[in-house]
């Protein structure tokens, strides 16, 4: 009965044989000291590990959904970092056996033949035999059984490569259900529970985190023995001792009915942890401090937070820390800025200067440190060259198949996606992902298919509304939590390939699901944050909450919290925003009454009580006692709706976030999401806080080393809102874009240089790129690869041709072609102003209808016309050298001299609600129609609909009087 296995390990074994021999070929010869795993293989090749049938021929099998669940996101979290939380023994280098030293960790050159036994046993069996029939067993030689047993658990997961997470842990859960089913290994948790007081307090805490990785139940008789008494000699515990306690309390992988109760189970020792911080002196000291803070993370203060980062800075500026040597520290503090996010966002300089020290170390990393580090430098965007350079590794990885260890292929491949989408052919992207949606593996992989399908755009709409429904089922045997995470991604489903995407029935699901959950239990059970999460995606989902629930909703309000409110308000817009679509009314103002329906009309009751609860938060707390997040959350809030707009409270934050971000604390994501806040329905300029965070990038310790993703929202929305940001914030996304531009969508790169362009700052080097043959091409292979969607390439096309034109006018110097004549003249109905509002249109028949009386009729005035290179003009109206209107419809007038006039009937939404300052693609066409020999006349409604043109022939004498200044000149 145990022929499979023995046969199982006998090919694993050799798989290890082979790599580890690479390792040693490849390792300085002071690295290759640590004879005992490397001759293990050689010694064992054909023992068996383990004693138990295989679990494909086993009639016991173990169902996976039978497994214990794990503690941490599915929709949200990456598995292979979550993994290295649980990781004491790596040492980070790209290479090296991560397993080398587990056996031989605590003797290494101990002359105890029976120490030397146990480590050197080549099976399970074989060390519980030995430790527990042994005379005189010392613990010395329980520690040294339990560390081997720890090796040969990590030995069982060391699959190689794997497309999938399960691969790794189906054999480390059959490794841990088969060894605590042995009876030895209950004879030999009592032996260890018998002889508690013998042990050192270190191999007594590595003890009960190998005990915690085997699964055992904290509420155990020996975990809970061993528990009581490290607690009670906390004061005497070392960093060591306490490393090893921090990870067996970290419930993470085993999820015990009372796992919050076990995560305070070290508050007792945060003075010790402090003093043991502030005493470190050697950097493997400082790695198990770091250990302890991310395994403790609730439990640490802001306040040893920063005696950390004194502690690091201390030894990065003394060169202890950069060495390759030290690559594990650096590694750990990563985890911790996982484990510690908000407030690393809110300190940017040492976030900083910790990433700086990756420089030139990525091609030393392991995969999963690999990973790591390039889900947190893709977020924070600086320094760029470490961007790239871990995106090279990651390359490797994906292309020498180096995922192993506990990382799947699919986590490699989302991670280059991320950073260049068109990296792997769709084909093949499109067969990967096909695989896993219809694999049991999907649960285990939601994060990642969902970033490779945001990042590359909806491949097929059958495949992603497959991933969506399946995703569903799949997400509903897991906590609640998980799918409603899954539904807010959902909302965020944005492609800047294919847009938004839309999924009715996957909406209906989610709807009853919530309605379920909160019949069958009380809603004010929950958590503020997590009710709040529910309403908003009911409302944005379109369901109208019934009388009980939106009373109890009403009770809720005044606790829910600032990201709580952000949801809430998020679903109110998206159905205002739906409602106005509905009645082809784009305009910023609200619904009329004559339109409204019931549900709107609720859904306006809601957004009142919405405001209210968000200005009293505001008040109680005062702008001084608010972090820098929350008040990025309430800057979304005041902005995200266009139903209302409270001034006050919006200048109040405003303030406080510009003395927050002036601090110069605030890290670059942190900045991003104020940015992001500030672009929304509602145009402010707010132009103190656009010079604020201009400055904040320009005082980057180096600001060339931001990545283009970084300032372009801040670049975009000085473009949209009229203003003029500093010349060298120009220049640097100027610099920054040319340096990028293979690592961004091609839309987004011709859009950013189109900004570039209408503000007189683009390079010609950057010009000679865009326009290069290696761009083009690069475009074209875009088009290619979305021949099936509409969207891009006609957004493509016409960027591209609006770009061409620009430079054309702007910058006749650099020799670039006007190459677009035939696309305009095939695409004349397309490139026409976007459909108006109704308050716009009926602006520009009264508009019509005097020019039509100034000019004398409809001959002399024509509608939605173009120039030479295809601005568009909302009316023309020419001018002879003797002062009189032109009849623009007369073949006989094509050789006159006339004065050309573009009359431009702007909508409200062209300018800012603040400072009525008009957005930067208006001046832009303008400017253009200037440069081709057009005079401008901009009509807009604050002025056209103001008292003093309350009457027609106001608004004429208007335009006579504009009209005429400029025929005179």
Not at 416 to 422: F, I, T
Not at 568 to 573: D, F, L, M, N
């Amino acid at each position: 009965s145990y022929n499979c296995l023995i046969h199982f390990y006998k090919r694993l074994v050799k798989k290890i044989v082979m790599h580890t021999v690479r390792i040693m070929q490849a390792l300085p010869r002071a690295m290759r000291s640590q004879p005992r795993l490397f001759l293990l293989a050689h010694q064992h090749t054909q023992r068996t590990l383990h004693i138990h049938s295989c679990v494909q021929c086993s009639d016991k099998n173990l169902p996976i959904s039978d497994q214990q669940a794990r503690s941490f996101s599915k929709v949200t979290d990456n598995h292979a970092t979550e993994l290295y939380f649980e990781e004491i023994f790596e040492h980070g280098f790209s290479g090296e056996d991560p397993l080398f030293d587990l056996r031989n960790y605590f003797y290494p050159e101990s002359d105890d033949t029976k120490i030397i036994q146990l480590s050197n046993a080549g099976c399970v069996l074989e060390v519980l035999e030995g430790v527990i029939k042994m005379e005189d067993c010392k613990h010395e030689h329980i520690t040294q059984a339990v560390a081997t047993l720890h090796h040969l658990q990590k030995l069982s997961a060391y699959v190689g490569q794997a497309d999938y997470y399960e691969d790794y842990r189906s054999n480390t859960a059959l490794f841990n259900t088969q060894l605590r089913e042995h009876e030895m290994f209950g004879t030999l948790c009592n032996i260890i529970q018998e002889k508690i007081k013998e042990f050192p307090y270190n191999e007594l805490a590595f003890l009960m985190m190998a005990l915690r990785k085997f699964q055992e139940p904290l509420s155990s008789p020996v975990l809970r023995d061993i528990y009581l008494h490290l607690q009670e000699n906390l004061d005497s515990l070392d960093i060591e001792t306490l490393s090893y306690m921090s990870v067996g309390l970290r419930s993470s992988f085993h999820l015990d009915k009372y796992r919050l109760v076990w995560r305070l189970g070290l508050v007792k020792a945060m003075p010790r942890l402090q003093h043991l911080l502030v005493t470190c002196e050697t950097p493997e000291d400082l790695r198990k401090v770091v250990i302890c803070f991310y395994n403790m993370a609730s439990l640490i203060s802001d306040k040893m937070m920063g005696q950390l980062v004194e502690k690091v800075t201390e030894f990065i500026e003394s060169g202890d820390l950069s060495g390759r040597a030290q690559l594990p520290v650096l590694c750990k503090l990563l985890a911790l800025m996982l484990a510690k996010a908000d407030w690393h966002e809110q300190n940017g300089p040492y976030v900083h200067l910790l990433l700086s020290q990756f420089k030139g170390k990525t091609k030393f990393m392991r995969p999963v440190n690999a990973i790591m580090l390039s889900k947190i430098v893709f977020s924070y965007g600086e320094p760029v060259s470490l961007y790239f350079e871990v995106y090279q590794r990651l390359c490797e990885i994906l292309e020498t198949k180096q995922f192993h260890g506990s990382l799947p292929m699919i986590s490699c491949l989302s991670s280059v996606l991320r950073v260049n989408p068109s990296a792997v052919p769709l084909k093949e992207v499109e067969e990967i992902l096909e695989n896993i949606i219809d694999s049991r593996h999907l649960a285990d992989h939601v994060s990642d298919v969902y970033n490779i399908m945001r990042n590359v755009g909806i491949i097929n709409y059958n495949l992603v509304d497959k991933f969506y429904m399946a995703s569903f089922e799949a997400l509903t045997l897991e906590p609640s939590s998980e799918l409603l995470r899954f539904a807010v991604r959902y909302t965020n489903m944005h492609s800047t390939y294919t847009g938004v995407y839309h999924n009715q029935d996957f909406e209906r699901k989610v709807v009853d699901f919530i309605l379920t959950k909160m019949v069958n239990k009380n809603p004010i059970s929950l958590h503020p944050l997590d009710f709040a999460r529910r309403i908003g995606l009911l409302i944005t989902f379109g369901h109208q909450l019934d009388a009980d629930l939106y009373q109890r909703f009403k009770l809720m309000l005044p606790q829910i919290c600032n990201n709580g409110l952000l949801s809430i308000s998020r679903g109110i817009e998206f159905q205002l925003r739906k409602n106005r679509r509905v009645l082809s009314n784009v305009s910023a103002i609200p619904v009329p009454r004559d339109k409204k329906n019931p549900y709107l009309e609720w859904i306006e009751e809601v957004s009142l009580l919405v405001n209210k609860a968000t200005g009293v938060r505001l008040l109680e707390r005062g702008g001084g006692d608010v972090n820098v997040i929350d008040l990025a959350y309430l800057m979304k809030n005041y902005t995200s709706r266009s139903d209302f707009f409270d001034e006050e409270c919006f200048s109040f934050v405003k303030s406080a976030l510009i003395e927050k971000v002036d601090k110069g604390k605030v890290s670059i994501q942190i900045a991003g999401q104020i940015i992001s806040a500030m672009n929304s329905p509602r145009k402010v300029e707010s132009p103190e806080l656009i010079n604020c965070l201009v400055n904040f990038f320009l005082a980057r310790p180096d600001p060339e080393e931001v990545h283009t993703q970084m300032v372009m929202k801040l670049l975009k929305y000085c473009y949209e809102t009229g203003n003029m940001p500093d010349r060298k914030f120009l220049d640097l996304v100027c610099h920054s874009l040319h340096r990028d531009i293979d690592s961004l969508p091609g839309v987004v790169s011709i859009q950013l240089a189109q900004i570039l362009c209408g503000y007189n700052n683009i390079s010609k080097p950057l010009v000679s790129a865009l326009f290069s043959n290696e761009f083009m091409g690069r475009l074209d292979k875009e088009i290619e690869m979305s021949a099936d969607r509409k969207h891009y390439p006609k957004m493509l096309r016409r960027n591209l041709m609006e770009l061409n034109r620009g430079i054309v006018l702007r910058n006749p110097e650099f020799g670039v072609p006007w190459f677009h004549s035939k696309y305009c003249q095939e695409n004349k109905q397309e490139l026409k102003p976007n459909r108006r509002s109704l308050e716009s249109q009926t602006l520009k028949e009264e508009v019509l209808e005097q020019l039509q009386a100034l000019t004398g009729g409809w001959r002399f005035v024509k509608e939605d016309t173009h120039s030479e290179y295809y601005n568009p003009i909302d009316f023309e109206v020419q001018y002879d050298e003797r002062g009189h209107p032109v009849d623009l419809y007369s073949s006989q007038n094509v050789m006159r001299k006339v004065k050309k006039f573009a009359i431009q009937v702007l909508p409200s939404n062209a300018f800012t609600t603040d400072t009525r300052s008009m957005a930067g693609s208006f001046k832009s066409n303008a400017r253009e129609l200037e440069l081709q020999g057009w005079h401008i006349i901009n009509v807009n409604p604050f002025s056209w609909n103001s008292m003093q043109m309350a009457e027609d022939r106001a608004k004429k004498q208007y335009l006579e009087q504009t009209i005429a200044q400029a025929v005179v000149l």
